[in-house]
Each structure stands twice: as structure tokens, then as C-alpha cells.
């Protein structure tokens, strides 16, 4: 953390609760009879709020999105690099609300929380939720912070599949959709992807059936493999080999099996400190909301129908290396976004760092992200 913040940093910001006491029915049948959301926000609400713009974050995110909590503080929020004064989402001219979902473990109800039934946590208990449940209980945020219209919706992998969700459930309540390193739906590759960290997670004798806080303990070991191996699947090829290649931490080979390649020593760190700040029943339920996402279903399986119920513009964005929500993914969105006639902008972006790309400023990224907000501020 420099010893001043930088100019173009949102600056301190603290984390807000609200409590709903209206009762949620979620899609699983299953009802919340209370819940809290936390969220921040950057920037100001103008007089007629109608430059509100939510972010909603990806499978491990949270509501700290921008901006430091302290000065202490090593590193900014996760998006910090597009969210700030003269950034593509400009807080001189936007207002910006970032929460952590529902089922979330760092603040919002979720497996961690104190269910008021029981005065226990909710552990395994607490109900599978769905990005159409997410998308609810923003709507209910937008209300309590008198958010008719968003600007623009916007999300990263999961994320997007939030912003795309919310075009199709309150097609009046948005004006834009910016849809990045998304799909309308996973592919079995990618259920396959979330089986395996689900399994890593669940067959770690620590699990106790997600009971671990009984026992006084956590499945570390599971959380570490989950991550391992979905953080494999966030970086392209060519990006893990730039960044490691097969250079070893020491010269000579040990002829054993602990860590001697710098990328077994990377995915280890990274998967210790997951294990550390993630909860494991949060992990497991992120990841079944992203196997059932799927709008078409309720339309016949039809896309093109689900589509023509949203009224705003959109913008996709993909990267040519991401292999985890390819191109590919993204264009299928395109083209059937086309056919509903729907304003929709749609650029690839080139770039060497896989699906983890949505995440780091690259210049192309950057221009065309900051051209569609520039649009979208001009229309408010």
C-alpha cells in the first residue's frame, strides 16, 4: 500500500449491511425468512439515480470490489483496476454498488451465518441458490437504496451470467448489459471442472458431511486441491508457461515428490491461502449455481425466447485464450442476442492470460470497456 492513495483510487471505503426481513422463496422451494446483503459503493447517486451501476462478482469474489479498507492494506479491491475516477466504470460520473451474494462467506447469509431457526450456523444446511435468486435479492438491494433503473449491469464469468440474468427478470430495471467472459451456459467440460473441486472438497476426512465448525476444524486439504484445480483452468497455456516454464526452485533434481517446480510451488501458495479465507460450503454452493445457470430453460430451451423479454443494449466481451469461457461461448450469446434483435456490441479481445483475463487491465480491454461506459454515461 503506498503511503498515499493513488489518484485514481475510489480511496477508503467502508463495508454496509442491510437486513431484509421480507422472507426470500428461493428456486430450490426452500425459504430464507430473513437475510443481510453487504455491500459497498463508490462514487455518488445523483439527483434522479439514474447513474446507478451494480458489479457482480465471479465465483470467489465478494463485495470489495474497489478502493482500500485501510491504509494498511496491501492490496485494493479485486476490480480496483476498472473501477475508480477516469477508469472505465468512472466514479466521477457513476454510482456503483458491489455486494457479496447470497450463500457468500464474507458478510451476506451464507453456510457461515447464524441460522436464527437454530442459533446455529447454517453449515450444509443452508439452501442451494441459484444467479435467479442472486438476481432477486439485488433487486430488493436496488430498492432499499432507491435504485429504480440500474445504468448498466456488470459482470466477469459468473458475474455476467448475473448481468444477463437480471436483462431477462427486470428488463425495465436495466439499461445496459455488460456480459464479460461469460456463457448463457456451462458446457460438461466445465460441470466436469466443478465436479472434481466439489469431490476434492467433500472427500477430505475434515469435511465431517460440512458439519467442520463442529469439529473445530476446516477440509483445508479439499479447498486447496478445489482451488489447484480450478486455478489451472483460470490461466491459459501460454501464460502459465511464461510465467513458470519448467524453471525449478533449486537446479538439480530431488527424485522425490515435494514441491520442485515453480508452478507446483504457485498453485500450492495459492491454494493454501484459498483454504484460509473461503469457506468450503460456500465453495461447493458457487459452484452448483453456476451448473444450473441455464435462462433457456425456462423457455423451451429456446435462447433467442428467453432473450426477447430484455430491453437493454449489451456488450460482450471475450478473450481469445480463455478455453475455460471461450469465444466461442460468447458468440453463441452474440448471435442469439441478434436474432431476438437486441442492441449488442461484441469484441474478442486478444489476449494471453486465459479466463483470469477479465481481471487484468490490458489495453485493448481497457479501450473498449471504457468506449461502451462512455456511451452509457452519456445516455443518463
Given at each position: 500500500m503506498p503511503e498515499t492513495l493513488p489518484i485514481d483510487s475510489v480511496g477508503l471505503v467502508t463495508p454496509q449491511t442491510i437486513h431484509f426481513d421480507q422472507p426470500l422463496t428461493l428456486q430450490c422451494g426452500?425459504?430464507?425468512?430473513?437475510?443481510?446483503?453487504?455491500?459497498?459503493?463508490?462514487?455518488?447517486?445523483?439527483?434522479?439515480?439514474?447513474?446507478?451501476?451494480?458489479?457482480?462478482?465471479?465465483l470467489s469474489g465478494h463485495h470489495h470490489a474497489a478502493g482500500y479498507h485501510s491504509l494498511s492494506d496491501k492490496k485494493p479491491g479485486w476490480w480496483d483496476s476498472c473501477i475508480g475516477p477516469g477508469k472505465p466504470i468512472d466514479t466521477s460520473r457513476f454510482f456503483v454498488v458491489s455486494l457479496n451474494n447470497l450463500g457468500g462467506c464474507h458478510g451476506s447469509t451464507g453456510p457461515t451465518s447464524i441460522n436464527p431457526a437454530t442459533n446455529a450456523q447454517y453449515g450444509p444446511e443452508f439452501p442451494v441458490v441459484t444467479v435467479k435468486d442472486w438476481v432477486i435479492s439485488q433487486a430488493r438491494l436496488a430498492d432499499k437504496l432507491g435504485i429504480n433503473t440500474w445504468a448498466a449491469v456488470i459482470g466477469g464469468s459468473l458475474g455476467g451470467m448475473q448481468a444477463l440474468q437480471w436483462s431477462i427478470d427486470y428488463p425495465e430495471r436495466i439499461n445496459n448489459a455488460v456480459i464479460i467472459a461469460s456463457t448463457p451456459k456451462l458446457t460438461a467440460q466445465n460441470i466436469a471442472f466443478n465436479e472434481v473441486a466439489r469431490k476434492a472438497i467433500t472427500s477430505d476426512p475434515a469435511f465431517h458431511d460440512g458439519?467442520?465448525?463442529?469439529?473445530?476444524?476446516?477440509?483445508?486439504?479439499?479447498?486447496?486441491?478445489?482451488?489447484?484445480?480450478?486455478?489451472?483452468?483460470?490461466?491459459?497455456?501460454?501464460?502459465?508457461?511464461?510465467?513458470?516454464?519448467?524453471?525449478?526452485?533449486?537446479?538439480?533434481?530431488?527424485?522425490?515428490?515435494?514441491?520442485?517446480?515453480?508452478?507446483?510451488?504457485y498453485l500450492n501458495y495459492q491454494g493454501e491461502r484459498f483454504s484460509e479465507n473461503f469457506d468450503a460450503n460456500t465453495y461447493l454452493l458457487m459452484t452448483r449455481a453456476l451448473d444450473y445457470f441455464d435462462p433457456a430453460k425456462e423457455y423451451?430451451?429456446?435462447?433467442?425466447?428467453?432473450?426477447?423479454?430484455?430491453?437493454?443494449?449489451?456488450?460482450?466481451?471475450?478473450?481469445?485464450?480463455?478455453?475455460?469461457?471461450?469465444?466461442?461461448?460468447?458468440?453463441?450469446?452474440?448471435?442469439?442476442?441478434?436474432?431476438?434483435?437486441?442492441?449488442?456490441?461484441y469484441t474478442e479481445i486478444d489476449a494471453p492470460h486465459g479466463h483470469d483475463a477479465f481481471l487484468i487491465p490490458t489495453p485493448r480491454y481497457m479501450d473498449v470497456f471504457s468506449a461502451f461506459m462512455n456511451r452509457v454515461a452519456k445516455e443518463i
Open positions: 426452500k425459504v430464507l425468512p430473513e437475510y443481510d446483503l453487504i455491500y459497498e459503493t463508490y462514487g455518488e447517486l445523483n439527483s434522479d439515480a439514474s447513474n446507478a451501476i451494480l458489479i457482480c462478482h465471479a458439519r467442520y465448525f463442529d469439529h473445530n476444524t476446516i477440509p483445508q486439504k479439499g479447498l486447496m486441491l478445489a482451488r489447484m484445480v480450478g486455478h489451472i483452468t483460470y490461466l491459459s497455456d501460454a501464460a502459465m508457461g511464461e510465467k513458470f516454464g519448467r524453471d525449478m526452485r533449486n537446479k538439480a533434481f530431488k527424485f522425490g515428490y515435494d514441491v520442485e517446480f515453480e508452478v507446483e510451488s423451451d430451451n429456446q435462447l433467442e425466447n428467453a432473450l426477447a423479454k430484455a430491453l437493454c443494449k449489451f456488450m460482450v466481451i471475450s478473450f481469445s485464450t480463455d478455453w475455460r469461457f471461450s469465444p466461442e461461448r460468447s458468440e453463441i450469446l452474440v448471435d442469439e442476442l441478434v436474432k431476438a434483435d437486441k442492441q449488442v456490441s
